[in-house]
């Protein structure tokens, strides 16, 4: 995996994850989950044969869900400085105090929850050059042209390499 072009290594995420859960805990979640990503990728997109977007992105999340009792609250932050994780769960918990009981509201029991699952070595990272990008997509674009010749405009083709990673942790304990 190209680690290096992640902006936070897994286990910043998990200490990520793990302060909002410590956080929510402080200030009186019944139960709670955070999960912490960081990604990145590219997408070329021609129309009619020429390049019209080449698009970078790199994003980042820390998304909270916290219990007070079975009332939910949900909130979400791109910043992961302190304060802002701290904001995040306060909002999620006031969210909850002002949502109606749901009896089915709450996190798996512990005993249901995966530990140390199998690498099942389902990443196989495609990172294409720009050139290469361009080509594939110029290529796609031009097959549908030669469908039929009644097909004289396109709405264009993209070609789209995106890479994530996450730490996903509750208040059972649970951490990956």
């Known amino acids: 995996m190209a680690q290096a072009r992640f902006s936070n290594d897994l286990d910043a995420l998990k200490t990520i994850a ?4 410590a956080h929510a805990a402080r200030k ?6 955070a999960e ?14 020429e390049v019209e977007t080449i698009e970078y992105n790199r994003d980042k999340s820390l998304g909270v869900t916290v219990y ?18 701290r904001d995040t769960v306060e909002a999620a918990l006031t969210i909850a105090r002002f949502t109606a009981e749901d009896e089915a509201a709450g996190l798996p ?6 530990r140390n699952p199998a690498d099942l070595e389902l990443f196989h990272p495609w990172n294409p050059p ?3 990008a361009i080509e594939i997509a110029k290529a796609c674009e031009a097959a549908a042209f030669r ?17 994530w990673q996450f730490a996903l942790g509750n208040s059972h304990g649970f951490m990956e």
């Open 109 to 114: 029991d512990p005993e249901d929850l995966a």
């Open 28 to 33: 009186g979640a019944s139960t709670c989950e």
């Open 68 to 85: 007070v009792g079975q009332r939910k609250g949900y909130a979400s932050t791109a910043d992961f400085a302190g304060r802002a994780i």
């Open 18 to 21: 793990a302060d909002a859960l």
């Open 147 to 163: 469908l039929d010749k009644r097909v004289v405009n396109s709405e264009g083709a993209s070609v789209s390499c995106q890479q």
């Open 36 to 49: 912490a990503s960081d990604g990145y990728g590219q997408t070329v997109t021609v129309r009619k044969g």
């Open 130 to 132: 720009v050139d290469q």
